[in-house]
């Protein structure tokens, strides 16, 4: 790159931001703070949102695409927060404008509104050309959602803590999956609630958080026949408890084809793990054809996490 196309680069920088699924998700107990302990495998896919950051007079925030109008245009937006967190710390004022162009869904428990944290964390830092190491980032990413730290990382990971700890995991090969888009979000807060209250007559002592060691030995494998019967999501029985039309999803995905099918984290995207990349364009073709999802979308995965884009 030459040095002309560089100091362009730095008048405007845009980042592109994979969605996750969790291919293992165990759950905790309720902790003092609010938060559940989380034993996780995340993977990044093939669907991004992206995020470019330029100078302005003040911080603003706009949104296009994929359920732009439930994504709030103020300051609680996890791309502006991202923005004011930096400048804070380094003691500068936000004079920041955002664009967030949306694919990944709002409220789909594929973890969008973490991607534009991340993506806005990493423009704002590339465009004032700020010396912050990876650790410091991913400490500003923890502090604004335990999921932004994986969507700075990407590949596929082991999450802990409250997701926010990330260990690589290796994944040989790629792996293909078809995404249910549900008509209506889900709040990640009320599913975990939903589960605490359908536990309510465990003892704490009987919720295990299972390592998830087969599945980690089934991703090092690549096979997406070994992977496909150890996917596994606590969160699953809350989401399906609040918007129960996901059983005949989950259902229709796995008639269509697929390995297997689960829900993506607090949900309600169903995503299928499927065979290779023309099994996922088949189940794609027949999911959307069976009308038990506002939108279909193929993706692969592991992809990168926030990586900058040439304008
Ligand atoms: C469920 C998961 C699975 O990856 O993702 P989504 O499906 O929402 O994308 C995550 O745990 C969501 O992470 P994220 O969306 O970043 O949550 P946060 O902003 O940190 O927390 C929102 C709320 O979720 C609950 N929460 C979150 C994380 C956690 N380990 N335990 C919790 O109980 C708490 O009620 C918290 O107040
Ligand atoms: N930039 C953003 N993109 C999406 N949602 C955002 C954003 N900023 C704040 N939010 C709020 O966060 C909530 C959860 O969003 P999202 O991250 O898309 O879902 P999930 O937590 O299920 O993965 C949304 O309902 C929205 O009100």
């Not at 107990?29 to 990044?44: C, I, K, N, S, W």
């Not at 603003?60 to 930096?86: F, I, K, M």
């Not at 004032?128 to 650790?135: E, H, K, T, V």
């Not at 923890?142 to 700890?165: I, K, M, N, Y």
């Amino acid at each position: 790159m030459s040095r002309a196309s560089l100091s362009v680069v730095s008048d405007a920088v845009t980042v592109r931001v994979p969605a996750k699924v969790n291919l293992y998700l165990a759950v905790g107990p309720l902790r003092d703070d609010g938060y559940h302990d989380l034993m996780t495998v995340f993977q990044a896919l093939s669907l991004y949102d992206e995020v470019r950051v330029s100078p302005a007079t003040e911080l603003r925030v706009t949104t296009t695409g994929e359920g732009a109008a439930e994504v709030p245009a103020d300051d609680t937006n996890l791309a502006a927060r991202a923005v004011t967190e930096v400048a804070q710390r380094v003691g500068r004022a936000p004079r920041v404008a955002i664009d967030v162009t949306k694919r990944i869904p709002v409220a789909g428990g594929m973890a969008g509104g973490s991607a534009d944290a991340a993506g806005a964390l990493v423009g704002v830092v590339n465009l004032w050309g700020l010396d912050l190491d990876r650790d410091q980032q991913s400490e500003i990413a923890a502090g604004l959602g335990s999921d932004v730290p994986f969507a700075l990382h990407g590949g596929t990971a082991l999450g802990t803590g409250r997701g926010e700890q990330l260990m690589p995991i290796l994944a040989r090969g790629e792996f293909h999956w078809v995404l249910a888009l549900s008509k209506t979000g889900l709040s990640t807060p009320a599913v975990y609630r939903e589960l605490d209250r359908l536990r309510h007559t465990r003892s704490e002592t009987d919720i295990e958080i299972d390592r998830p060691d087969a599945l980690m030995a089934a991703l090092t494998s690549g096979d997406p026949r070994v992977v496909a019967p150890l996917l596994r999501n606590d969160l699953q029985a809350a989401a399906l408890s609040l918007q129960p039309a996901l059983r005949r999803t989950l259902r229709a995905g796995v008639d269509a084809g697929a390995l297997n099918g689960i829900v993506s984290g607090s949900g309600p995207t169903c995503v299928f793990l499927c065979a290779d990349e023309s099994a996922a364009v088949n189940v794609a073709a027949e999911l959307s054809g069976a009308g038990v999802a506002r939108a279909v979308r193929t993706a692969s995965g592991p992809v990168p996490g926030a990586r900058v884009i040439e304008e």
